[in-house]
């Protein structure tokens, strides 16, 4: 595991740079629309009971997130509420080599390590498999074999998850399911790869994307602030949660814009969480 958590940290480093070039560009967002903002100011509480959710009723529902930095309560909140665990042999796959033995898996989640961003991840995953057992979804680890031991293209990944996944929708061990992954795989950020999702369709794999936004929650780790708290300027901060359909924000920049390709376009949903 403590491979998997050095290759994020080395990620997040990154990105943390491409971050202060984001806050240089101008361009809408969510939280700066005035069009969405006044769509916002109307909407009722109680937005998640009152949401059509049987519009995800496909075989896999993919929630985007952005790894420990993304609520385990709010994906939960989504989870009990969609379809797919209405039916028989639900799943829940996660992106961590399908080559680590599940039982393996459970037990290092219940470890707390000394490094404290490595701790985050830890509580994060078992707070998500814990609530995902607590609906009845079997846990599937579905990445590529060789994630932990060596770095893999996000396009392979991406092809080896999709193909994992429909292996086990064929014998029948999963009728319907659940992803979490990376934002980054459902919206890519550059040319070299494509979205998750084109991987699932070419397998003939019905699927719909939810995406999480934070308005006014900073993360944990400051240095990924502007990843989720996007009201920087807190003229506008919604009083209760907010799904806005694809037709909405389509074009508008995935948060934080570190790319013009990667746009709110590759989620059918995304939800601003105040």
């Known amino acids: 595991m403590s491979n998997f958590y050095s290759m994020y940290s080395i990620f997040f480093k990154l990105i943390f740079f491409l971050f202060f070039w984001a806050l240089s560009v101008s361009a809408k ?49 989504i989870e009990q509420r969609l379809p797919q665990i209405q039916r028989g042999n639900a799943c829940l796959f996660l992106e961590f080599p399908i080559s680590l033995d599940i039982e393996t ?103 719909a994307a939810i995406n999480f936004v934070y308005a006014n929650k900073p993360p944990p780790n400051p240095i990924l602030e502007k990843w989720n708290f996007i009201c920087t300027d807190k003229s506008f901060i919604p009083s209760s949660p907010v799904i806005f359909p694809i037709d909405r924000i389509k074009d508008l920049p995935l948060w934080p814009k570190y790319s013009q390709k990667a746009t709110y376009e590759y989620f059918d949903y995304t939800i601003l969480i105040p």
């Open 29 to 77: 967002d969510i939280c700066s629309d005035q069009q969405l903002k006044n769509e916002t100011v109307k909407t009722t509480s109680n937005a998640f009971n009152k949401f059509d959710w049987s519009v995800l009723d496909r075989q896999l529902v993919i929630i985007g997130d952005n790894h420990a930095y993304t609520s385990p309560d709010d994906i939960f909140a």
């Open 105 to 207: 898996f459970k037990q290092k989640l219940n470890i707390d390590p000394e490094d404290s961003e490595q701790r985050a991840y830890i509580r994060y995953y078992r707070q998500i498999v814990n609530q995902a057992e607590s609906l009845g979804l079997q846990i599937h680890l579905v990445d590529h074999p060789d994630h932990f031991k060596q770095q893999q293209p996000i396009s392979l990944r991406n092809t080896t998850m999709a193909t994992n996944i429909k292996n086990l929708f064929d014998v029948s061990t999963c009728s319907s399911g659940i992803q979490i992954v990376g934002e980054a795989h459902i919206a890519p950020d550059d040319e070299t790869f494509g979205s998750i999702r084109d991987s699932l369709t070419n397998l003939k794999l019905t699927n």
